[in-house]
């Protein structure tokens, strides 16, 4: 192995590889992992929550099973889509709102051609950020 890094001193590739197997159980839980040679961190894309981690916090949080805080956000969901489909509004306080709106028939352009075309009406949904979630999630905002 070290022929392939004339540049370093000779073992330091092995000596990464045993401190990594020494501190593995920390080191995976801090988001950084082995691939080959490298160490790479994870990137904040892949860092997200996921629907089973979501709904793990909302067992413990509320101090029910998982059964049940799945049952809860699947009702929420049907609950959210019947709720807009037949009004045109749906509330979550504090996150935001959903909104059915319909959108005018326009004139566009064929990208590939640049034929004029004409766009057809259509209703289309929207989700619309609270004020109060904005401010939590960037605080201070842009000032003129």
């Keep these: 192995m070290d022929r392939l890094f004339p540049r370093h ?15 593995s159980h920390l080191v995976a839980q801090s988001g950084v992992y082995y691939a080959g040679f490298f160490i790479i ?39 959210a889509l019947s709720e807009t489909k037949k009004n045109g ?28 075309i004409k766009i057809p009406a259509k209703v289309v949904v929207k989700f619309r950020v609270a004020k109060a979630a904005k401010d939590a999630i960037v605080p201070g905002g842009k000032k003129k």
Excluded: W
């Design 41 to 79: 961190r994870r990137s904040m894309a892949a860092a997200r929550m996921t629907q089973t981690q979501l709904v793990r916090h909302l067992a413990e949080r509320c101090g029910t099973n998982n059964k049940v805080a799945r049952m809860f956000l699947d009702e929420m969901a049907k609950t």
């Design 89 to 116: 509004l749906f509330v979550l306080p504090g996150i935001g709102r959903l909104v059915k709106s319909n959108r005018k028939a326009r004139m566009g352009r064929n990208p590939a051609t640049g034929e004029a």
């Design 9 to 23: 001193p000779p073992g330091l590739f092995e000596e990464i590889i045993g401190i990594f197997k020494k501190y």
